[in-house]
């Protein structure tokens, strides 16, 4: 039987150590697809301040961006202690876990000046039982300085997670992503240059995809030498340019069947080595519009192992 290299796996087999991610989202990150610098809105699913104006709360409305100086610097790094302490005595005291990679989440955790980076990623890098972070981010929000220090921290396990989404340029198009394949393509080759592990994001569901398309994604990405992988399925969200797509039958979600058919399929083609570090993705509250089987996580999962499973891939 074959067994997913998960990211858990990964780390008990490389650092003989039980690892695991704490989310973080600082608030002052934004995204240049949203604050306008490439386009307005942000990607079609994404739910951010276009539509939901107090998701920002503790800045007053304050964004980073590269070019310009943070003065809530304090603020955001206070955020992050206590966010990451808060949720780590949770992983200690339920996973007896007691060493962690710091996941800056939300958003586009490049986009601000070298400075906020710096410090917010040194920062993680001194909590204790961090040995790692792993960044969000896109292809457009990285250059040679942002890598270059991110590289600086050479002795760490040093991630950097690309929304990848789709290989093609119409999805891409269709989704308002605001950035071409090939900036994202790029983008992960330097990343590999600088000797940063890279994980790609892919969204099964798509507008306008069919199946082949999906799985072309997952071979595509592949090539350009990522070392793991995020697949889920595209869900709906209420106050998304999506939700109003949906609305107006211009969306049709993807169908769970198809959606653990395509993964299947998918996982097949992912070498041994490869971390897949998700399958799917839920959300379970009011926000989710559709499709509604995204709503029970578990019951996916598990419907997804038993598929898994009978195909002698273990999960
Ligand atoms: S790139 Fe990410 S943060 Fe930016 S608009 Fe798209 S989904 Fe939102």
Same mark, same amino acid.
């Given at each position: 039987?074959?067994?997913?290299?998960?990211?858990?796996?990964?780390?008990?087999?490389?650092?003989?150590?039980?690892?695991?991610?704490?989310?973080?989202?600082?608030?002052?990150?934004?995204?240049?697809?949203?604050?306008?610098?490439?386009?307005?809105?942000?990607?079609?699913?994404?739910?951010? %301040?276009?539509?939901?104006?107090?998701? /920002?709360?503790?800045? /007053?409305?304050?964004?980073?961006?590269?070019?310009?100086?943070?003065?809530?610097?304090?603020?955001?790094?206070?955020?992050? $202690?206590? &966010?990451?302490?808060?949720?780590?005595?949770?992983?200690? %005291?339920?996973? $007896?876990?007691?060493?962690?990679?710091?996941?800056? &989440?939300?958003?586009?955790?490049?986009?601000?000046? =070298?400075?906020?980076?710096?410090?917010?990623?040194?920062?993680?890098?001194?909590?204790?039982?961090?040995?790692?972070? +792993?960044?969000?981010?896109?292809?457009?929000?990285?250059?040679?300085?942002?890598?270059?220090?991110?590289?600086?921290?050479?002795? $760490?396990?040093?991630?950097?997670?690309?929304?990848?989404? +789709?290989?093609?340029?119409?999805?891409?198009?269709?989704?308002?992503?605001?950035?071409?394949?090939?900036?994202?393509?790029?983008?992960?080759?330097?990343?590999?240059?600088?000797?940063?592990?890279?994980?790609?994001?892919?969204?099964?569901?798509?507008?306008?995809? /069919? &199946?082949?398309?999906?799985?072309?994604?997952?071979?595509?990405?592949? $090539?350009?030498?990522?070392?793991?992988?995020?697949?889920?399925?595209?869900?709906?969200?209420?106050?998304?340019?999506?939700?109003?797509?949906? /609305?107006?039958?211009?969306?049709?979600?993807?169908?769970?069947? #198809?959606?653990?058919?395509?993964?299947?399929?998918?996982?097949?083609?992912?070498?041994?080595?490869?971390? #897949? &570090?998700? =399958?799917?993705?839920?959300?379970?509250? %009011?926000?989710?519009?559709?499709?509604?089987?995204?709503?029970?996580?578990?019951?996916? =999962?598990?419907? =997804?192992?038993?598929?898994?499973?009978?195909?002698?891939?273990?999960?």
């Amino acid at each position: 039987m074959r067994e997913i290299l998960t990211f858990g796996r990964y780390y008990r087999e490389k650092l003989n150590l039980r690892v695991k991610k704490v989310p973080i989202s600082i608030s002052g990150f934004t995204c240049p697809n949203i604050d306008g610098t490439v386009a307005r809105g942000g990607c079609t699913y994404c739910l951010n %301040d276009s539509f939901s104006p107090n998701l /920002n709360k503790i800045s /007053n409305k304050f964004y980073l961006n590269p070019n310009r100086e943070n003065p809530f610097l304090n603020k955001h790094l206070e955020e992050l $202690k206590t &966010q990451f302490y808060e949720t780590s005595k949770i992983f200690r %005291d339920k996973y $007896k876990i007691d060493k962690f990679i710091v996941y800056f &989440q939300s958003f586009t955790n490049t986009y601000a000046d =070298i400075n906020t980076l710096k410090s917010l990623y040194e920062m993680a890098l001194s909590f204790d039982g961090v040995i790692g972070i +792993s960044v969000g981010t896109r292809g457009d929000s990285v250059n040679e300085k942002v890598l270059n220090l991110l590289a600086s921290f050479k002795e $760490k396990e040093i991630w950097i997670e690309f929304g990848v989404q +789709s290989i093609y340029d119409e999805t891409a198009k269709i989704t308002n992503r605001g950035e071409s394949i090939e900036v994202i393509k790029n983008a992960i080759k330097l990343s590999k240059l600088k000797g940063l592990r890279v994980c790609g994001h892919l969204i099964f569901g798509l507008p306008n995809e /069919n &199946q082949n398309m999906m799985l072309n994604s997952v071979e595509e990405v592949l $090539k350009w030498g990522v070392d793991s992988l995020k697949i889920h399925p595209c869900y709906v969200v209420k106050n998304t340019a999506l939700a109003n797509d949906l /609305n107006r039958g211009k969306f049709e979600p993807i169908e769970e069947d #198809i959606y653990i058919e395509t993964l299947v399929k998918g996982i097949k083609i992912i070498p041994d080595d490869i971390i #897949i &570090q998700r =399958i799917t993705a839920g959300i379970d509250d %009011d926000s989710l519009i559709a499709p509604l089987w995204c709503r029970n996580k578990n019951k996916n =999962i598990n419907k =997804i192992k038993r598929v898994l499973k009978r195909e002698e891939i273990l999960y």
